[in-house]
């Protein structure tokens, strides 16, 4: 009898390893896939990796989110180190996210459930992790952080103008692996808690952006896929204030159309949308209105296109290119970006190796070199120098 226990015991010891190393992966390879067209794959399988010679710049990829090593090639997913630099990405921004909903969509989500807690636990994280959205964020900036460290240089986390300034310098003066940047955003302001202190912990962790709602509303602000898609609350107004004296730029991704107007209203540094689409090119709700990408544009900020259906209505690079030129005829080529949102739980075309094949679309698409080098990264490159500035040193965004 003893011995049948002890043999119990140790089936459910392996059945318990087997699914907290094995389970993590097979949830992300059901999520992040790569999935090109025929014509895609066929260009992928047939000609050479475009490249470009210019600084790339992605403003949003979830990585963190998933419980991989940054530094390893991974056969899953679609951002890794060696592939931000296969794909020759200066800068690479990290979201965090703490919080999504059952049966998320983009119509109307309630905030009564999630989706994360059950990853947390599943990957193993920090026990402070399982109850604490604010503690999932500062554990993603630790995990980035770390990765840095062991990366001898190859990966830097940048948190100041000067530390960007820095990692281009790196870039331009050669050698045989050029550094790859990486910065701090969080997805939606869920875990803050009615406390601006808690904000300043994210300051002070190494977040330098952050989006005000995710997929549903929250104590800061309406979202696009909530329930009562409100604007901006009291304490919102306060966060937005927060955040723009501090250095810490504003992320309108998700917001509710209610709160993109207020936040452009009161906005005194440049806004960013950090990955989605437009509606002219792609009519769905999480897409921004032609009158929207001109009030981001009025502060001097950027829209990021991204590279999924839902952004895009496909996965083909040319659909991303479509939505970049109607930007650029709105709004002025100084105003659109990168935004792929690689690692979100969305199907792309391909993975960050391959972002030249966006650039390839865009001469397609008859952009010239000039603007070219303004989408994939000058641009965004221009923005997040300004607005990593606290208030105090800096002019205003328009």
């Known amino acids: 009898m ?44 047939t000609s050479p990796r475009p490249s470009f010679a210019g600084p790339i710049v992605d403003l949003h990829a979830d990585t963190l989110l998933w419980s991989r090593d940054l530094l390893t090639r991974a ?36 905030g009564d459930s999630d989706n994360i807690t059950p990853l947390v636990i599943a990957q193993l994280q920090p026990v402070r992790t399982w109850g604490s959205l604010l503690n ?65 912990r994210l300051y002070r962790s190494g977040f330098r952006m952050a989006g005000l709602t995710h997929f549903y509303d929250n104590e800061v602000a309406g979202s696009m896929h909530g329930e009562a898609k409100r604007g901006l609350t009291s304490f919102g107004r306060q966060v937005v204030a927060r955040m723009e004296t501090m250095g810490m730029i504003v992320d309108v991704a998700h917001a509710s159309h209610a709160t993109l107007a207020e936040v452009l209203a ?3 540094r440049p806004v960013v949308s950090s990955h989605g ?29 991204g590279y999924w259906p839902g952004a895009v209505c496909s996965t ?32 792309t075309g391909f993975d960050t190796a391959w972002v030249g094949l966006v650039a390839e679309a865009l001469q397609k698409a008859g952009l010239n070199q000039g603007e070219i080098d303004k989408v994939m990264g000058g641009n965004a490159l221009r923005v997040l120098r300004a607005g990593m500035q606290p208030l105090s040193s800096a002019p205003a965004g328009r």
């Open 277 to 305: 689409g437009v509606q002219a090119t792609c009519k769905i709700n999480r897409n921004l209105t032609d009158a929207e990408v001109r009030g981001i544009a009025r502060t001097g900020g950027i829209v990021g296109i």
């Open 2 to 45: 003893r011995k049948a226990v002890w043999w119990g015991v140790a089936l459910l010891a392996v059945l318990a390893a087997a699914f907290f190393a094995l389970m993590p992966g097979i949830v992300e390879r059901s999520m992040n896939k790569v999935e090109p067209s025929a014509a895609l794959a066929k260009r992928i399988a």
């Open 266 to 268: 009161v906005a005194r």
């Open 136 to 200: 999932r964020s500062l554990w993603h900036a630790t995990r980035l952080r770390r990765a840095a460290r062991a990366s001898g240089g190859q990966l830097r986390v940048v948190t100041t103008p000067a530390g960007l300034d820095a990692l281009l310098a790196a870039r331009a003066a050669g050698g045989p692996v050029r550094p790859v940047g990486g910065m701090l955003s969080v997805e939606g302001l869920n875990g803050l808690e009615g406390n601006l202190g808690n904000l300043d």
């Open 75 to 110: 056969t899953r997913g679609q951002v890794d180190l060696p592939r931000l630099q296969e794909g020759n990405v200066a800068l690479q921004i990290f979201s965090s996210v703490t919080k999504t909903p059952r049966g998320q969509n983009y119509d109307a989500n309630d």
């Open 316 to 347: 083909d690079p040319a659909a991303i290119a479509r939505a970049i030129v109607h930007v650029r005829d709105v709004a002025g080529i100084d105003h659109v970006a990168l935004g792929s949102d690689f690692d979100g739980a969305v199907t």
